[in-house]
């Protein structure tokens, strides 16, 4: 299935980088996400990307996190730059067939990680 790594406690400002990798049959599904879920909050998308490479993220990362991919591997990174503490969560990746405009709704997703725990400390 999808198993996430790279997740721990930093301070604000800080970087972490997330990896997401996967069986070949999952991660050739088209679409790969990364979702966070703060505590007491709805899980949320956090940035998506698709076969072709072309990229969708969250307002509130914008700037701050950048995707890529290492095809070759089966693995999605999340670099996450000046970390604030309103980014801790836990953090999970999940697959799709297709990315579309709905690509930050969860509930379209079928493929799911067990999620990696990233504290940014103020």
């Known amino acids: 299935q999808l198993m996430e790594s790279g997740g721990g406690t930093v301070e604000a400002g800080g970087s972490l980088r997330l990896s997401c990798s996967g069986s070949?049959?999952?991660?050739?599904?088209?679409?790969m996400g990364w979702f966070r879920q703060a505590p007491g909050k709805e899980r949320e998308g956090v940035a998506a990307v698709d076969s072709d490479g072309i990229a969708f993220y969250q307002d509130a990362v914008k700037g701050r996190f950048t995707l890529s991919q290492d095809k070759a591997k089966n693995t999605l990174y999340l670099q996450m730059n000046n970390l604030k503490p309103e980014d801790t969560a836990i953090y999970s990746c999940a697959s799709k067939t297709y990315c579309d405009i709905a690509w930050d709704n969860p509930q379209k997703y079928a493929y799911w990680g067990q999620g990696t725990q990233v504290t940014v400390s103020s």
């Open positions: 070949s049959a999952i991660y050739s599904t088209k679409c």
